[in-house]
């Protein structure tokens, strides 16, 4: 006869959470015609069992019925009794009963059919609820069941592939790898699908993508009209870096019969592609779709999945307040379904939206609530991530202190699971921390650290990121030849990988290199590509950070009237966004301006402002993030005392010029210190002891031109030449 699909259980299960329907429940006529809208199915497979007599005589009665979905009628059913030890057995002849009673062969032999099974029947009760706890949102209760399954039959493959499932969704990955290993070894009975998909399984488990790929394109060729095993070949391809691989397979999906090439999860993969590949707006439309398709089919978990994606694309698209109502209608619908873990993601992306706004002490509240949800559910990698985003928020409140507090504590939840890729995107997040506190040594270790790990794991990403953190660093450092080869290469990596907001960042570093190269063609190439790109994602702290490097460059030509309006929108984006330390840079590039552009007494009361608001309460206790910005203050002072004779020392200031020097030079800022000093000499020619300070001057420039900091060289040389 014609062959028979069945629908995933997780879709059943689903499906079950979305209509309310308990395992116990036979359902009405309108609930069939619903879970056939919503399946796709043609017919219905119900049934009971009844356990009579107690001990080693209990027997087992199963009566198991086929109803068509389109009609509401019974079609037949089977019966089957006996020993509680012949479960296995009653299970299968009914399925070739109802298998026979429409008119469909076996795919496989009855042997290889109970052998996916346990054969124990302690363990066959608490793998099934193990199953039904773990689709039911419940993965700590899943893992209890299922060690416990894994105890009572410790040689069975399926119990092992479901305990690497359960945690994965707990977040332990060295321990779900390693579930998934012993489900592979132990896998050799089963039936041919079956064996593959726990292959499948351990390849994704593992981040072995290609294999990840070949398995389900086997799998999808081999059963084509098998929705699952399509959607399964498209995420390993998005997760493996193929996205435009996921496009077309998606395509192909979209070509199955009727229902199954409406089916909402179809869009949701589309809207998963689109965000690999930085199409923001496919990826909002694809979300909205399926949205609107899930809504259609009574789905609320899918209808809550599809605003999750569609809050995330509308905050990459700068709609943060279209984010959050997403994000908000996304969490009421998890909260409604019990899924405790979907709405610590709807939090996460709704504080991510605040985040963007401006609104930090909202974002911390929503990514607080986040955290509590992900600890109730014991999901530790998502304690982890929250831990991380809490930490994100306090350094860019100017909370280093409790910034470092909270990415030590992630640190300790990953070493816990054994996330080895999570512990290195922490680390290096760190180390940007560690950089605003003036620890550049430390902030080049955990980036060492994390680059290492990333090329262990193959991680294209995280490589990219951390080049882009270390050249960065090396800059500061005075490394730029160093720097100039790292920013080349995480640019590259970007590129590659789609991702365009990376992409941006990585040529606003390399743009600021160049300036510092004195090649101010390169800066600007750089700089006017970052800025359209970082627009054109919407990225607006990516793009304050590139119109601050535009100022850095106008000035170096004395194009006084786009230096201001840069710096102007740029304070604007940086207020708007929250980020204090940031808005303080911008303030000093406006006093630049002024100082540069002969405005100086103009400028003088914000250079004040900025002196006595970084000093009050401070005393001998000077934050390294605080000494920064003296640097800078007393950097913009030493050029001020340049212009206006006898101009006095800015008051709040807590550091001597030379003082200042020495902590840049200590803590490793070589090309603020060079800077610095050649200001500091250049203030000192006012004075006299002129062939002393072109000495001085002379040997600066020699310094800077070694490093390959040719603007500060030529600036030296220039003032040099003046005495």
């Given amino acids: ?127 099934s609820e193990g199953l039904l706890k773990l689709r039911s949102f419940e993965p700590s209760a899943a893992r209890e069941l299922l060690e416990q399954a894994a105890a009572a039959e410790p040689g069975h493959p399926m119990i092992h592939a479901a305990l690497a499932q359960t945690w994965a969704a707990l977040g332990f990955e060295q321990r779900a790898e390693q579930e998934a290993t012993r489900a592979l070894e132990q896998g050799a009975g089963l039936p041919p699908e079956e064996r593959l998909g726990v292959e499948g399984l351990a390849a994704e488990l593992h981040r072995d993508w290609p294999r990840a790929q070949e398995i389900y394109a086997r799998l999808w060729t081999a059963f084509p009209d098998d929705l699952e095993y399509g959607l399964r070949l498209t995420r390993s391809q998005i997760d493996g870096g193929r996205p435009d691989a996921a496009l077309l397979t998606i395509a192909a999906l979209r070509a199955l019969p009727d229902p199954d090439r409406g089916n909402p999860r179809i869009d949701l993969a589309e809207s998963a592609a689109a965000l690999a590949i930085s199409d923001f707006a496919l990826q909002r439309d694809a979300a909205a779709r399926a949205a609107s398709r899930a809504e259609a089919l009574n789905a609320p978990l899918l209808v809550a999945e599809a605003r999750l994606r569609e809050a995330e694309a509308l905050r990459r698209l700068g709609d943060s307040a279209g984010a959050t109502a997403a994000s908000e209608s996304s969490r009421r619908l998890f909260v409604a379904a019990g899924d405790r873990a979907g709405e610590a993601a709807a939090l996460t992306v709704a504080a991510a939206a605040l985040f963007e706004r401006g609104d930090l002490e909202a974002a911390r509240a929503a990514n607080g609530e986040a955290l509590d949800r992900f600890r109730e559910v014991g999901d530790r990698r998502g304690v982890a991530r929250s831990l991380n985003s809490l930490a994100v928020l306090s350094r860019n409140l100017g909370e280093l202190g409790r910034a470092r507090a909270l990415y030590e504590e992630a640190l300790q939840v990953l070493a816990e699971v054994g996330d080895r890729r999570g512990t290195a995107y922490t680390r290096n ?105 970082a627009r054109e994602t919407a ?52 006093a630049r301006i002024g100082l540069e552009s002969g405005e100086v007494r103009a400028v003088l009361p914000d250079l004040e402002a900025l002196a006595s608001e970084g000093s009050p309460g401070r005393g001998a206790a000077l934050s390294f993030a605080s000494e920064g910005l003296e640097i800078q203050l007393l950097a913009a002072a030493a050029a001020l005392a340049t212009e206006i004779a006898g101009a006095r020392p800015l008051e709040g200031l807590a550091l001597e010029p030379g003082q200042a020097i020495t902590v840049a030079t200590t803590k490793g800022f070589a090309i603020q210190a060079l800077e610095l000093e050649m200001l500091r000499l250049r203030d000192r020619s006012r004075d006299g002891g002129g062939g002393e300070v072109a000495a001085g001057l002379r040997r600066i420039a020699a310094a800077a031109s070694e490093s390959g900091a040719l603007r500060i060289a030529r600036l030296a040389e220039t003032a040099a030449a003046s005495l």
Avoid: C
């Fill in 1 to 127: 006869g014609r062959g028979l699909r069945t629908i995933s259980a997780e879709d059943v299960a689903r499906a079950g959470v979305d209509l309310g329907l308990a395992a116990t429940d036979q359902p009405s006529g309108d609930v069939i015609a619903n879970l056939r809208s919503r399946l796709g199915t043609d017919f219905l497979v119900l049934g009971s069992y009844t356990v009579l007599g107690g001990g080693e005589s209990a027997t087992v009665r199963l009566a198991v019925r086929i109803e068509d979905a389109a009609k509401a009628e019974t079609l037949g059913e089977s019966v089957a009794t006996g020993g509680e030890q012949e479960l296995f057995q009653l299970v299968s002849k009914v399925g070739t009963d109802l298998r026979q009673l429409l008119g469909s062969a076996a795919r496989d032999s009855q042997a290889a059919a109970i052998a996916s099974a346990p054969t124990n029947p302690r363990a066959a009760r608490l793998y």
């Fill in 429 to 533: 997040n760190l180390a940007a921390a560690s950089v605003e506190e003036g620890r550049l040594q430390a902030a080049r270790r955990e980036v060492t650290d994390a680059l290492t790990v990333f090329r262990q794991l193959n991680d294209p990403s995280g490589i990219a990121d951390a080049l882009l953190n270390l050249g960065t660093i090396e800059h500061q450092q005075g490394e730029l030849v160093a720097a100039q080869q790292h920013l080349e290469e995480a640019l590259a990596k970007k590129r590659d990988l789609g991702q365009k907001m990376g992409e941006a960042a990585a040529m606003v570093a390399l743009g600021s290199l160049a300036i510092d190269r004195g090649d101010l063609a390169s800066a600007g190439n750089s700089l006017e590509a970052a800025t359209a790109l």
């Fill in 539 to 590: 990225s607006r702290a990516v793009l304050s950070n590139a119109l601050a490097a535009q100022v850095e460059m106008a000035l170096e030509s004395d194009d006084f009237t786009h230096a201001r309006m840069w710096a102007e929108e740029s304070i604007a984006l940086r207020r708007e966004l929250g980020r204090r330390g940031k808005v303080d840079e911008s303030r000093l590039l406006l």
